[in-house]
């Protein structure tokens, strides 16, 4: 999940036409603790993106 999470953290255009994957990634955070987690980030639409993306990760292992 956080894999997937990190990938499409790389993929965000939106005010980062300047900086490289690794800044990408850092700009999204994603904090675990035992079996929770949260996703922080600036824009809305970015959280709801990474909802839907571990909605999809959790269904293809049976969970939802």
């Known amino acids: ?3 997937r999470i ?3 953290a ?3 255009t939106k005010g980062y036409s300047r900086i490289n ?3 990408k990634q850092c700009s999204l955070s994603l904090t675990r603790y035992d079996d ?3 996703i922080m980030y600036k824009d809305i639409e970015v959280i709801l993106t990474c909802q ?3 909605a ?3 269904s293809d292992i049976g969970l939802e």
């Open 36 to 38: 929770d987690f949260v």
């Open 10 to 12: 790389e993929t965000l």
């Open 56 to 58: 999809y990760w959790w």
């Open 1 to 3: 999940m956080e894999e």
């Open 6 to 8: 990190k990938q499409y």
């Open 21 to 23: 994957k690794k800044e």
């Open 52 to 54: 839907k993306i571990i």
